[in-house]
Structure formats: structure tokens, C-alpha cells
């Protein structure tokens, strides 16, 4: 994985909610088989809160949780894609749907399953998984 870290922006599918983001221009996408990831077909890598910034339309996002109530969904009000959200597993951190950045900043993606239907089994296995938002 590459270590330099590129600005990407991107948003949801009206444009009223645009973020930036610092990740490397190659990146590991996490394709979790948890309910909701499968419903929205939820693929994401995983950026520290101080590698991310919303750009617009903060107050276009509405929010969504469920079970725990730890990681927060967040969509726009206007078109209902979710760009971004919290996490579980780093709510320190933004899951960033790689589908939603705008073209021309990423090199390669490589993709690596989750088993978020059997999340606390995959976590313990996986304990590395909760520090992909640090640093």
C-alpha cells in the first residue's frame, strides 16, 4: 500500500453534500457481508476523523443507526446516498464509500472481505481491524 497521502473529494449523487479526504491513492476496500453493507452494497476504506472534512451540506445529512447504535449512517436527505459514515469497528474514523469520489486520484483498489454478519467473532480474529482510523 502506498503511504503518500493524495486529496481526494467526493459526495453523494445530487452534489449538495461534498467532502475531501487525505488517503493514499491506493487503498484496501473492505467488502463487509453485514445486513446493512449488503443492502447498500457498502463498500468503504476506512480514514482517521482528522483526514476528513465535509466540504457542503453538512445540514443535507440525516443519520441512521441501528443495534448497538455506535456507527452512524449518515445519507443525504436529498438523493439518500451514503458517501461516509462512522464505523463500528473505528468510530474514530469516516468509512468512505470508494464509489463516491469523484474520478482522477486513485490509482488501484484492492478489495478484502469482512464477516460483519459474524462481527464480534471477526473482530476478535481481526483485532488490527479497530486501528485502520489511527494515525
Not at 45 to 67: A, H, M, R, W
Amino acid at each position: 500500500m502506498s503511504s503518500k497521502l493524495v486529496r481526494h473529494v467526493g459526495g453523494c449523487h445530487c452534489g449538495a453534500v461534498r467532502f475531501e479526504v487525505f488517503a493514499p491513492d491506493v487503498v484496501e476496500v473492505s467488502e463487509c457481508n453485514c445486513s446493512i453493507c449488503v443492502k447498500k452494497q457498502n463498500h468503504h476504506f476506512i480514514v482517521p476523523n482528522s483526514k476528513f472534512k465535509i466540504l457542503q451540506g453538512e445540514d443535507n445529512l440525516t443519520c441512521y443507526t441501528f443495534n448497538t447504535h455506535v456507527a452512524k449512517h449518515t445519507f443525504c436527505k436529498t438523493c439518500g446516498v451514503q458517501s461516509f459514515y462512522s464505523p463500528r469497528s473505528n468510530p474514530d474514523g469516516k468509512g468512505i464509500a470508494i464509489h463516491c469520489l469523484d474520478p482522477g486520484t486513485m490509482k488501484d483498489v484492492t478489495r478484502a472481505s469482512v464477516d460483519g454478519a459474524n462481527w464480534e467473532d471477526f473482530m476478535a480474529k481481526n483485532p488490527s481491524f479497530k486501528d485502520k482510523s489511527k494515525g
